[in-house]
């Protein structure tokens, strides 16, 4: 206990252990209130702050070069910009996917993906599964593919048409078309991707979530369901606390005038109206939700003459603006995402593809992420540059 002195009568003096002990009472008045605050900001941040969604198309495909470098570039880079939830888009192989969720693993604890429910899941699966393309039937198909000389077609849709049509390349199981599709149909490459190995498993929509909150009522929905594609689309859907509904998506893509899903022109007349019927799906599926978030590379931008954005797709845009979704990266930031300065593009035109679309909520920052060269390599981590958006889920 402090022992205090009266002051001396007559001397004039102060007794230093009163002033001592009123500035110890004061000091820890001082630190109880910056408690007090500390405490209430952090309720507030609790119920509901800043949420920063990441979206970024990978391009991780053997038609795009440099894939081993910058995939081994992209798993240690995703948290630079310290998202909270991750869509990622095109990581179709099962060793670049759990490679990018091992590495991850202490920021993102949570994950999920066609092939893998939750982080442990995956972990726990040593990927020795079956090659997708390990049958008798690819070897038929690689014959009647040289049978009908359809390497030999100089137009890339003449070469696929005699695939799909005369060597029997829908026949074969989805995670084959998917893993072929994604692959050079070289012999060598081929048998390197699909039949190779036995850690070769595909994940079919290439669609994964990093998340640092729980992830729950997770489910992979397809658009179309029991239909065998080339290119299936889907989603990956969660319920995360404090934003909802959320939505990792990959939307059908503008692959020329020519639609060429065999299973699916009697239907589908383009390429658009595939995309707009994807945009569709997602609307309804995601309408009992108050609170909605949409992400991914959805192939749709807005033109935006003054900053050299090319339109495509628009009507898409303007299907999800009407039901109240807002397009926040457009609206504050506004740089391209798939883009001719990018030496990964093999266009002069330069597009914003790439979207973190939200309903029931207000957003107020956006960037452009992972756009800087790779160290070492003059090569970009994509074709595609991933996006930021930071949204405050208390609205």
Partial sequence: MLQTKEPVLGTGKTDYSRNNQLQVENSMKLELCWLVVALVCGLIRSVGGVVKL???????????PYRQERSQYIAGHLAQSQPDYI????????????????QNIATYPHSFSAIHSSTPSLLSNKGFHWPPCARIQVVKMFFKMWWYGCTSKKNDVDRLVCVTEKAGFMDLPQDCITCLTMTKLTASVAFSNCLGSIRNQMNVPGLLVLSKRNLHNTKMVYFRPNVK??????????????????ACTHTAANLGKIYYEPNLKSQISSWEEENMQDAGILIRDLSSFPKTIIMGDLNSSPSIPDKQIQGDFERTLALFTKKNYTTPYTDLCGLCTFCAENN?????????????LIRGMKAQQAKRVMDVKIPGHNVHPSDHYGIQVEVNSAT
């Fill in 344 to 356: 990964l593009v093999p266009y002069k035109t330069s597009w914003i593809l790439d979207h973190v």
């Fill in 54 to 64: 990441m979206s970024f198309n990978t391009g991780l495909t053997s038609h795009i």
């Fill in 229 to 246: 594609q080339l290119l299936p689309r889907g989603y990956l859907m969660a319920e995360v606390p404090e934003l909802g509904a959320v």
């Fill in 87 to 102: 869509c990622l888009q095109e990581v179709w192989h099962y060793r670049e996917l759990y490679n990018i969720v091992k």
